[in-house]
Each structure stands twice: as structure tokens, then as C-alpha cells.
């Protein structure tokens, strides 16, 4: 089992930054990859950014440029800085961790984001 929560999400103006966190219950090396995913109104869930064990990071060309993915081994904890926030940008935001070799997928509970003016 692993546990994630997430913190850091809230109300931001257009233009504005916030820095999300993910904290996992077990060591984050062991994982095949975390990474960050958001759901809007009436949208599915689609992909943000990733970041893999080996440290690779991927972003949605949405984000890219604006986001940036990054981790704390010592703390088990995955982070998003997000700059330049747009009202688009406003869903909640959801911690994903898949396990090696059989990549179980894990969830967090969900942090909202909302960038309104």
C-alpha cells in the first residue's frame, strides 16, 4: 500500500504561483514514477507531469514552460510549482504513484487549484 497526500492547492489570481506537494508513505526510489494529474468540471482527468524514479520528468505541452516537476528523496515528497497560473489551469489536482515492476497505480485524495481574478 502506498499513501499520498497532497497540500498546497487554493485561490490564485491569474498570473500568480502555487506549489503543490505530494507526500508518500514509503520510500519514493521504490516507486516506478510519480506524478501529477488534474480533473476539471465536466473533463476527465488527464495527465500533467511525471517524474520517474531514474528522475526523468514529461509534461503536458500545456503546462510545459510554466510548470515545473521536482522531488525530495529525503522527504518522500514529490512537488509542482506552478507559474503563471490561467483560469484553464483551475481543477483539482490529483498525486499518482505507480509501483515497480507491476506499476499499481495509487491515488491521492485531490488538492483544488482555482487561479480567478
Known amino acids: 500500500q502506498v499513501q499520498l497526500v497532497e497540500s498546497g492547492g487554493g485561490l490564485v489570481q491569474p498570473g500568480g504561483s502555487l506549489r503543490l506537494s505530494c507526500a508518500a508513505s514509503?520510500?519514493?526510489?521504490?516507486?516506478?514514477?510519480m506524478g501529477w494529474y488534474r480533473q476539471a468540471p465536466g473533463k476527465e482527468r488527464e495527465l500533467v507531469a511525471v517524474?520517474?524514479?531514474?528522475?526523468?520528468?514529461n509534461y503536458a505541452d500545456s503546462v510545459k514552460g510554466r510548470f515545473t516537476i521536482s522531488r525530495d528523496t529525503a522527504k518522500n515528497t514529490v512537488y509542482l510549482q506552478m507559474n503563471s497560473l490561467k483560469p484553464e489551469d483551475t481543477a483539482v489536482y490529483y498525486c499518482?504513484?505507480?509501483?515497480?515492476?507491476?506499476?499499481?497505480?495509487?491515488w491521492g485524495q485531490g488538492t483544488q487549484v482555482t487561479v480567478s481574478s
Open positions: 499518482k504513484a505507480r509501483t515497480a515492476i507491476w506499476l499499481t497505480p495509487y
Open positions: 517524474i520517474t524514479s531514474g528522475g526523468s520528468t
Open positions: 514509503v520510500n519514493i526510489f521504490n516507486l516506478n514514477d
